[in-house]
Protein backbone atom coordinates (compact mmCIF):
# COMPACT_ATOMS: atom_id res chain seq x y z
CA UNK A 1 0.00 0.00 0.00
CA UNK A 2 1.50 3.33 -0.71
CA UNK A 3 1.76 6.18 1.56
CA UNK A 4 2.79 8.78 -1.48
CA UNK A 5 0.28 11.86 -1.53
CA UNK A 6 -1.07 11.49 -4.95
CA UNK A 7 -1.79 15.39 -5.19
CA UNK A 8 -0.05 18.41 -3.64
CA UNK A 9 -1.51 20.05 -0.44
CA UNK A 10 -3.02 22.87 -2.00
CA UNK A 11 -5.59 20.30 -3.58
CA UNK A 12 -6.93 18.92 -0.49
CA UNK A 13 -10.07 19.92 0.91
CA UNK A 14 -9.80 20.71 4.82
CA UNK A 15 -12.05 17.38 5.41
CA UNK A 16 -9.39 15.45 3.15
CA UNK A 17 -6.55 16.88 4.59
CA UNK A 18 -8.03 16.49 8.42
CA UNK A 19 -8.68 12.61 7.31
CA UNK A 20 -5.48 12.19 5.72
CA UNK A 21 -3.74 13.37 9.01
CA UNK A 22 -5.60 11.28 11.37
CA UNK A 23 -5.06 7.96 8.94
CA UNK A 24 -1.27 8.86 8.73
CA UNK A 25 -1.02 9.98 12.63
CA UNK A 26 -2.86 6.31 12.94
CA UNK A 27 -0.50 4.81 9.92
CA UNK A 28 2.85 6.34 12.27
CA UNK A 29 1.76 4.56 15.58
CA UNK A 30 1.49 1.62 13.55
CA UNK A 31 4.54 1.51 12.25
CA UNK A 32 6.66 3.47 15.40
CA UNK A 33 5.38 0.69 17.46
CA UNK A 34 6.82 -2.08 15.11
CA UNK A 35 10.50 -0.12 15.53
CA UNK A 36 10.12 0.69 18.48
CA UNK A 37 9.54 -3.12 19.15
CA UNK A 38 12.69 -3.88 16.84
CA UNK A 39 14.66 -1.54 18.65
CA UNK A 40 13.87 -3.12 22.09
CA UNK A 41 14.59 -6.60 20.56
CA UNK A 42 17.72 -5.15 19.00
CA UNK A 43 19.15 -3.98 22.73
CA UNK A 44 18.15 -7.10 24.46
CA UNK A 45 15.08 -4.86 26.58
CA UNK A 46 11.21 -5.67 26.69
CA UNK A 47 9.34 -2.62 24.85
CA UNK A 48 7.90 -1.43 28.62
CA UNK A 49 11.25 -1.30 29.73
CA UNK A 50 12.70 0.27 26.63
CA UNK A 51 9.83 2.71 26.62
CA UNK A 52 10.88 4.22 30.13
CA UNK A 53 14.34 3.86 29.45
CA UNK A 54 13.82 6.42 26.22
CA UNK A 55 11.58 8.57 29.13
CA UNK A 56 14.22 8.67 31.53
CA UNK A 57 16.57 9.68 28.70
CA UNK A 58 14.59 12.37 28.13
CA UNK A 59 14.20 13.81 31.70
CA UNK A 60 16.80 16.56 33.06
CA UNK A 61 17.81 14.94 36.24
CA UNK A 62 17.20 11.27 38.17
CA UNK A 63 13.42 10.98 39.25
CA UNK A 64 11.61 8.28 41.45
CA UNK A 65 9.69 5.28 40.89
CA UNK A 66 5.88 7.32 41.25
CA UNK A 67 7.51 9.79 38.60
CA UNK A 68 8.39 6.59 36.35
CA UNK A 69 4.85 5.33 37.04
CA UNK A 70 3.21 8.55 35.98
CA UNK A 71 5.65 8.58 32.59
CA UNK A 72 4.99 5.10 31.96
CA UNK A 73 1.24 4.93 32.53
CA UNK A 74 2.09 1.90 34.90
CA UNK A 75 0.85 0.86 38.55
CA UNK A 76 2.86 2.07 41.36
CA UNK A 77 3.59 -1.60 42.08
CA UNK A 78 4.47 -2.59 38.24
CA UNK A 79 6.60 0.66 38.51
CA UNK A 80 8.63 -0.86 41.24
CA UNK A 81 9.22 -4.65 39.68
CA UNK A 82 10.32 -2.95 36.14
CA UNK A 83 12.58 -0.19 38.30
CA UNK A 84 14.30 -3.59 40.01
CA UNK A 85 13.98 -5.14 36.69
CA UNK A 86 16.87 -2.26 35.16
CA UNK A 87 18.64 -2.31 38.31
CA UNK A 88 19.34 -5.56 37.74
CA UNK A 89 19.90 -5.50 34.41
CA UNK A 90 22.49 -2.69 35.13
CA UNK A 91 20.17 0.01 32.91
CA UNK A 92 19.13 2.20 35.39
CA UNK A 93 20.95 3.39 39.03
CA UNK A 94 19.31 4.37 42.12
CA UNK A 95 20.31 6.71 43.94
CA UNK A 96 18.74 8.37 47.81
CA UNK A 97 16.83 11.52 46.95
CA UNK A 98 19.25 14.49 48.87
CA UNK A 99 15.47 16.10 49.70
CA UNK A 100 13.78 12.78 51.20
CA UNK A 101 16.32 9.68 52.67
CA UNK A 102 13.16 7.64 52.33
CA UNK A 103 13.04 8.11 48.72
CA UNK A 104 15.52 6.77 46.05
CA UNK A 105 15.36 8.56 42.52
CA UNK A 106 16.43 6.18 39.49
CA UNK A 107 18.53 7.80 36.42
CA UNK A 108 20.44 5.39 33.67
CA UNK A 109 23.48 4.35 34.26
CA UNK A 110 26.34 5.46 31.73
CA UNK A 111 26.80 2.50 30.13
CA UNK A 112 23.56 2.07 29.14
CA UNK A 113 23.25 5.49 27.68
CA UNK A 114 26.12 4.63 25.77
CA UNK A 115 24.66 1.53 24.31
CA UNK A 116 20.88 3.00 23.58
CA UNK A 117 22.30 5.92 22.16
CA UNK A 118 24.66 3.08 19.71
CA UNK A 119 21.52 1.42 19.19
CA UNK A 120 19.58 5.26 17.74
CA UNK A 121 22.80 6.16 15.87
CA UNK A 122 21.64 4.92 12.27
CA UNK A 123 17.78 5.11 13.52
CA UNK A 124 18.15 8.46 14.35
CA UNK A 125 19.84 9.21 11.33
CA UNK A 126 16.93 8.50 8.85
CA UNK A 127 14.49 9.80 11.09
CA UNK A 128 16.75 13.31 10.70
CA UNK A 129 16.59 13.02 7.14
CA UNK A 130 12.96 12.82 6.71
CA UNK A 131 12.67 16.52 8.68
CA UNK A 132 15.96 18.06 6.62
CA UNK A 133 13.33 18.37 3.68
CA UNK A 134 11.07 20.77 5.66
CA UNK A 135 11.40 24.77 6.18
CA UNK A 136 11.99 25.72 9.63
CA UNK A 137 8.20 27.18 9.63
CA UNK A 138 6.96 23.50 8.95
CA UNK A 139 9.37 22.02 10.99
CA UNK A 140 7.73 24.31 14.32
CA UNK A 141 4.29 23.14 13.06
CA UNK A 142 5.48 19.56 13.28
CA UNK A 143 6.64 20.34 16.72
CA UNK A 144 4.00 22.24 17.66
CA UNK A 145 1.54 19.24 16.37
CA UNK A 146 3.69 16.75 18.11
CA UNK A 147 3.25 18.20 21.67
CA UNK A 148 -0.12 19.32 21.57
CA UNK A 149 -0.74 15.53 20.36
CA UNK A 150 1.19 13.80 23.11
CA UNK A 151 -0.98 16.09 25.31
CA UNK A 152 -3.94 15.24 24.50
CA UNK A 153 -2.97 11.60 24.60
CA UNK A 154 -1.84 11.95 27.81
CA UNK A 155 -4.96 13.44 28.95
CA UNK A 156 -6.89 10.81 27.09
CA UNK A 157 -4.85 7.74 28.92
CA UNK A 158 -6.07 8.98 31.82
CA UNK A 159 -8.92 9.70 31.18
CA UNK A 160 -9.20 5.85 29.95
CA UNK A 161 -7.70 4.57 32.58
CA UNK A 162 -10.00 6.55 35.47
CA UNK A 163 -13.24 4.93 33.49
CA UNK A 164 -14.24 8.42 32.34
CA UNK A 165 -14.40 7.83 29.27
CA UNK A 166 -17.61 7.67 27.51
Known amino acids: MSTKSPRKGDEWSRAELLARVV ?3 RRHHADYSVFHQALADHVGLHPTD ?3 VALLDMEPGPVST ?31 DPNDRRRALVSLSPAARERIGKAWDTP ?3 F ?7 SDAELA ?11 VGRAQARSLASGDAG
Open 23 to 25: TES
Open 50 to 52: MQC
Open 124 to 126: GRA
Open 66 to 96: GDIARLTGLTSGSATRLVDRLVKAGIVERSS
Open 141 to 151: VIADYLHRAAE
Open 128 to 134: GAVLEGY
